[in-house]
């Protein structure tokens, strides 16, 4: 059966990212360590909460400051949060050649307003993509059945039909459970490698 759309994380897939270099970097507009960063982030789960739409970015720099107990600049402490992301990999091409071949492109991702912003600010790969699916719209992170629900919505073809890539194996056998053919992102060429088993031509 002829895939009709790929779904794609963004993530580790097409840009990496670094937990610590945003740690780090809220920790000196905050003036706190890394790892008190991450200690306030994973016991108040602020950051998921940003990344579902429970709180915006005025609630999230207002939590902040609550924690901090001083004025943090909102700006600042935003773009700290955000820009975490760096491209290193041709996939920006390989999205332009699988969109060449009249193939549906759809992204699937857990992630805040934000940083959807820093990554359209940096570069312009996100306007290959026909739709996005983003936790913080849909009120839902992966691998929640809802927001794969609000992927089946946009891939407009049968499930059979679109081939999912993650780097995350939970969110891939969650993919594959609502009928995706779905593979773990590795690298760029085993990625090709799972296109051309499908009849998808990319050159690395």
Known sequence: MAIRTVLFDMGNVLVSFSHERMFAQLGEVCGRTSEEVKQFLATTALANRFETGKVNANGFHAEIEQW???????????????????LDTPMPDVLKQIKSQGIRLVLLSNTSSTHIEIVREQWSFLDEFDELVLSYEVGAMKPDAAIYRAALAKIKCDPSECFYTDDVAPYVEAGRSFGLQAEIFRDVPSLSHHLAERGIKVVV
């Open 68 to 86: 901090v107990k001083r004025p943090v600049d909102q700006a600042n402490l935003l773009r700290a949060g955000a820009d975490i992301f760096w």
